[in-house]
């Protein structure tokens, strides 16, 4: 979704748009401005917040007041609202490595993401370069690698390949890597997403890397090895997204560690499977509340003590913005002593 926010220049007033949205909806309010304020003329954008964090400078300067515009606008919102999460940091890198002239171009950048990778931990010159030598993009014999100019590699292949260095990593289009890196699955898609951060001390800096999960036993060294540490334990998650909408404010993220955000994305692959599996776990985790991540992972091992029931039943079940749901069997135990979960 879109929140297009219009400000009259030089007063501290003005209304919000929302695309897509219900089209007599947001003319209703444009014809309520026309008629309650005659300096429509100074209307301008004053905002643009969507899951594309950096989308709203491409939509500065777009004329709301016309149609055709309106009608893109509907058509990037609804773009937008089938975007998991690894498609709009994608998408973010995609905008920042073109040349965008306008709302045509957006769209057009906006159906086109196929055509783009984006490399995890490349997010600047060094770690590019040491990203392209890691994974065989760029080849050097393991026993020179110790004393490479990473910074100096990953500033060269950007100056030959372009792409756009984002958030997220670095983003560039696929054309512009060996056939037999994307034949290898790099590009994969990840339910969850942590950022992870090691210290060292004061004399050091802090090391950070991005885990995609699920990930196996293999993947998981190669993160610690990245972090300098014998056990994930010692580093801080900095932050918890999934590529699903809601989890990130449905799931609880106290007590979380790396091996059970494993878990539990590995349960929200295989509930993935099932039609209508996942909606049913938003709707047992809104039931029953947890207070810790560890308590959302056994509401997921335990989904199918959960039925969603049809919303005619109106008296059967507890109501959540998923739908009805009911339990059957008791309560899990989500709870430690005291009402309050130990970690």
């Not at 950070?208 to 060294?221: Q, R, V």
């Amino acid at each position: 979704m879109i929140t297009i926010s219009l400000a009259y220049v030089g007063v501290d007033e003005g209304f919000r748009l929302r695309f897509p949205f219900s089209t007599t909806e947001n003319s209703k309010t444009l014809l309520e401005v026309l008629y309650q304020n005659p300096r429509v003329d100074k209307i301008e954008i004053a905002e643009v917040s969507s899951n594309v964090y950096n989308l709203g400078g491409y939509l500065k300067n777009v004329d709301i007041w016309n149609p055709d515009n309106r009608e893109k606008l509907e058509t990037l919102g609804r773009t937008l609202q089938t975007m998991d999460r690894d498609s709009c940091l994608k998408f973010e890198g995609v905008l920042d490595a073109n040349s965008v002239n306008g709302l045509n171009d957006v769209l057009r950048l906006s159906e086109a993401l196929d055509e783009y990778i984006l490399l995890p931990d490349a997010g600047g010159g060094s770690a590019l370069g040491k990203y392209l030598v890691t994974h065989g993009i760029t080849p050097f014999p393991e026993s020179v690698q110790p004393y490479l100019d990473y910074q100096i590699i990953g500033a060269e292949f950007y100056a030959d390949h372009g792409g756009a260095f984002c958030r997220a990593g670095y983003v560039v289009r696929k054309e512009e890597l060996p056939q037999q890196f994307l034949q290898t699955g790099q590009e994969q898609k990840s339910v969850m997403l942590l950022r992870l951060r090691a210290s060292h001390g004061k004399q050091q800096n802090p090391i950070f890397t991005t885990l995609a999960l699920p990930a196996a036993d293999e993947l998981l060294e190669r993160a610690r090895q990245r972090l300098g540490i014998e056990d994930f334990a010692e580093a801080e998650i900095t932050m918890v997204d999934y590529i699903f909408p809601y989890f990130a404010t449905m799931v609880p993220q106290d007590c979380i560690t790396v091996e059970s955000a494993n878990a539990l994305a590995q349960a929200i692959v295989q509930m993935n499977q099932t039609d209508g599996e996942l909606l049913k776990y938003l709707a047992a985790v809104e039931l029953e509340q947890p207070d810790t991540f560890d308590g959302a992972l056994q509401i997921a091992r335990n989904i199918g003590n959960y039925e969603m029931i049809p919303s005619s039943q109106a008296d059967d079940g507890f109501h959540t913005q998923f739908g009805q749901i009911r339990r059957l069997d008791a309560p899990i135990e989500t709870q430690g002593m005291g009402g309050m979960e130990l970690c």
